[in-house]
């Protein structure tokens, strides 16, 4: 068996540097934390927080004054700041620099009279956070087809993207808008962490037999990278642990390449690499993994 595992996988920049400042909290145990939703998307490091202290909460209101709440990095809208002031709780913003810098663009913009477009998906919170900053009028265009159908009428139209779109998908996008506005700008922000990890990923599973995608389910950049491997390797998993490896896969082949999405902990993805190291064969790998299932 050739073991390749991709120099991108885990934590990005944004993520570790959220974990570090949410450390910070944890240790100051005189204070109340919580975070706005799942820290990450990672049931070990959210259940590892609660029993520290720290737990997800779904909405600002339910949160004492006193209290402390931590904004992720997937950032939040305007009117979120504004709730968390008026009721006196204390913030930790851990929005990762690069969504900032997005909810900047779009609110300069907005002001200034373009219409917004954010290419991305509308139900993830990223997105949902950025159309915060332009009062939520933004048109969200997850396809080409979407954009056919899109009417700006007059205005000038301001294009961003979630930052871990699929940049093929946003290129398609930009293509047919730039053909049927006049007056556009275009600001890509496709996360270049996340286009490292893509393309990454993409030439690994090219080269390999089979492919194993290391995160969350609820993840969408493993998500993303799920399909983008699978495009070209059928025998791509989705697996939260090594552990759920199952004897439905087809293992007759030895090229078995190893990725991972942004808020992987490197403890999963070094428990991968070790049981497939022990391993001689696929056939012991899956047995094991059963074992692991039925202990
Ligand atoms: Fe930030 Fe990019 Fe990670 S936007 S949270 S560094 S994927």
Redesign the pocket.
Known sequence: MELRVAKTAGF????A??LDMVEACAAEPDKTYHTLGPIIHNKHVVDELAQRGISPVDAVDMVGQSENLIVR??GVGKSVYDEMESRGIGVVDVT????KKIHNIVEKHHREGYAIVIVGDKNHPEVRGINGWCENAAVILATEEEAKKAKFGEKPVCVVSQ??FVQNIFKKIVFFLKKTCNDIVIFDTI????EE?QKEAYELAKASDVMLVLGGRNSS?TQKLYSICKSVCDNTFLLEHIGELDSACNFDSKKVGITAG?STPAVIIKEAICKMENFESFESLVEESLKTLNT
């Open positions: 990005c920049f944004g993520v540097r959220a990095t997937h990762c620099p690069f969504v930052t871990t996360c270049s962490a996340t990890r950049n942004a």
